[in-house]
């Protein structure tokens, strides 16, 4: 069956191989054969293929009640300049977590067979600029600890560890997560956002 749908939403930011666009709700047929495409990250992550219910959940997913937010953008990356191409990607970015300015990556997953071709980190990069051009002074993510492959690709994007969080369920398995941040603006200083974000002082226990 023939899921990609046309996207009517407008584009975020570009590379040479992908276009970004939100994804909306009609489009989630496509967004689980991706997942089930591409079991990857999920076996390395949780141990087992993406659920056959996890593009609605992750869609629909929002931060805890004690964290606030902006908004959260859900967003395809799609393979050449055709609004209706297949995903080659997908990035779950929330803005102002828990204080203006911080904004969060809780996803970035490119397809597999992708992997290797010199894709992942351009499109990292575009996303980047575009969250900054949105304001964003840091931005922040969690990196499962040894996911090899994951820890060196976001060390070589600059981002640094804040501390670890254990315990923490991804979706089926107990995992510890290394919280990494990124300044993303001249002046935005370690202490500054330790102060907006008090829980990712290093050795802090809150979630």
Do not use: C
């Amino acid at each position: 069956m023939n899921t990609t749908r046309t996207s009517t939403q407008p584009l975020l930011f570009q590379t040479a191989d992908l276009q970004a666009r939100e994804l909306t709700e009609a489009e989630l047929p496509e967004l689980q054969a991706f997942y089930d495409a591409n079991p990857f990250y999920f076996q390395t992550i949780n141990g087992h293929p993406a659920g056959p219910d996890d593009a609605r959940i992750d869609f629909e997913e929002r931060p805890p009640a004690h964290m606030s937010f902006s908004r959260q953008w859900f967003i395809g990356l799609r393979l050449h300049e055709q609004p209706d191409a297949p995903l080659g990607g997908v990035a779950i970015v929330v803005s102002d977590l828990v204080a203006r300015q911080v904004w969060h990556l809780s996803l970035f997953l490119i397809a597999t067979p992708l992997h290797g071709q010199g894709i992942a980190a351009p499109a990292y990069q575009a996303l980047e600029s575009w969250v900054s051009g949105q304001g964003a002074r840091w931005l922040r993510l969690g990196v499962v600890q040894g996911n090899a492959r994951a820890e060196a690709f976001w060390a070589r994007q600059g981002y640094a560890e804040l501390r670890t969080r254990e315990g923490v369920d991804t979706g089926g398995r107990i995992n510890t997560l290394s919280v990494r941040l990124k300044p993303l603006q001249a002046g935005a200083g370690l202490d500054d956002y330790l102060r907006l974000a008090p829980r990712d002082q290093p050795g802090s226990n809150l979630p």
